[in-house]
């Protein structure tokens, strides 16, 4: 059959791709040590899981209103104004399927053919697809180990053409746990409202934030900002709530009045039975939260220590989020575990798939040449085995 232009010129989600490889080799019965997927490896909290199990009981198993439910959306302008300090009505709130639901809508609601978005690279992975799927066309700004993979205002204002539609920015970012420094991002807001650019900020991992970083919600930095601002966030990340699929946009009336028409003619609703686990993650007990960055920071200590003691890998200090983000590429050409050589960061995984065998993803698939990602939401055993396997496959 003939398939779509559209469908033709996106490539499938390599994160998805590379995990799906992983799997493959270990149903062979080899122990594979994977890092491929950005999920939390702890299971959902108890609390979240019996509102659920109580909603599926009272019967909340029918179609809800197309941008969710009442109480979840006050819960998410409540949780906002908590953490942020910046009132939104719950008109202003769309709940989709998962934060990548949010930003299609956001794309479809916004953009179309001959738009530009300005995505700064490194970036996550479905950003260009999704821009390319609503029909517009992505322009990749470059960002450095050395700026910390960060976007400068001036690198923003230079980017802007009469075409600009939309910045995407994701803060902290996926794959290089960039956290934005506070005045940074005020200056990128300034170049948004002086070119009236919108700014669809992806804040899901905003509660994943180390020791020594700070953050701040784009939409906090004045009512000016906040008019151009669509905020996306979800409770995948900071609840380990991945297959629940929730997530949600804070956005100006008149755009969440778009994504919901859009929605009603998508998907109806988001799951009912997840709209009430997803009030009981906001509303209830934020330890489990906590409990989490905990973890997650004992790792990222392990990661960043051991990636420090292999010659010739550099990478910028996450901030946020759960990825180590490094640089292989002194490694290319020269002779590595099994005899493999190597001349990019693709090859460089898929022979680390081979020897290691680890699981990583290759920088490629983010727009960053020569840096291979790490996630490390997965168990201190599995970090530990899978960077003395890294080690010895470098040494050659
Ligand atoms: N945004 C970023 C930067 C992500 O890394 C992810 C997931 O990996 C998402 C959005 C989508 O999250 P979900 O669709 O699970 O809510």
Redesign the pocket.
């Known amino acids: 059959m003939q398939l779509s232009d559209t469908v033709n010129k996106i490539k499938p989600s390599a994160?998805i791709a590379a995990a799906a490889e992983a799997k493959a080799l270990k149903s062979t019965g080899v122990k594979v040590f994977e890092f491929t997927l950005?999920?939390p490896d702890f299971v959902t909290p108890k609390h979240i899981c019996e509102a659920a199990t109580a909603a599926m009981q009272a019967g909340h198993t029918h179609y809800t209103p197309v941008a969710g439910i009442p109480e979840l959306r006050q819960a998410i302008v409540d949780a906002f104004e908590r953490d942020h300090g910046v009132k939104y009505a719950p008109e202003q709130v769309v709940c989709s399927n998962?934060?990548?639901?949010?930003?299609h809508n956001v794309l479809t609601a916004l953009c179309g053919p001959g738009d530009e978005v300005i995505i700064p690279t490194p970036y996550?992975v479905?950003y260009s697809d999704l821009v390319e799927i609503a029909g517009a066309t992505p322009v990749l700004v470059d960002t450095t180990e050395d700026s910390g993979f960060c976007l400068s205002a001036e690198q923003f204002e230079a980017a802007i053409t009469d075409k600009t539609k939309l910045l995407m920015l994701?803060n902290p970012?996926?794959p290089t746990g960039a956290a934005y420094p506070i005045e940074q991002l005020e200056a990128i807001a300034k170049v948004a409202v002086k070119h009236q650019i919108p700014v669809l900020s992806?804040e899901?991992?905003e509660k994943l934030i180390y020791e020594g970083y700070s953050f701040r919600s784009f939409a906090s930095f004045g009512d000016d900002v906040k008019d151009l601002t669509i905020v996306?966030n979800?409770?995948?990340?900071a609840y380990a709530m991945?297959g629940w699929?929730?997530?949600w946009t804070l956005a100006p009336l008149d755009v969440s009045k778009a994504m919901s028409k859009l929605q009603s003619q998508e998907t109806s609703c988001p799951s009912s039975i997840t709209q009430y686990a997803t009030v009981a993650a906001l509303n209830g007990p934020q330890d489990c939260v906590t409990d989490m960055l905990r973890e997650f920071s004992k790792r990222r200590e392990y990661v960043l220590g051991r990636l420090r003691a292999l010659p010739d890998v550099t990478f910028a200090e996450p901030g946020g989020?759960f990825y180590a983000f490094f640089n292989v590429s002194a490694y290319f050409g020269k002779t590595l575990g099994g005899g493999a050589v190597v001349n990019n960061a693709t090859e460089f995984c898929s022979a680390l798939l081979k020897e290691g065998p680890v699981a990583l993803v290759t920088g490629d698939a983010f727009g960053a040449e020569g840096y291979v990602r790490l996630s490390f939401a997965t168990n201190m055993e599995t970090i530990s085995g899978g960077l003395d396997r890294l080690e010895a496959f470098l040494k050659g």
């Open positions: 994160t950005g999920e998962g934060a990548k639901h949010s930003i996550w479905s994701n970012c996926n992806d899901i991992y996306v979800g409770v995948s990340k991945t699929r929730m997530g989020a």
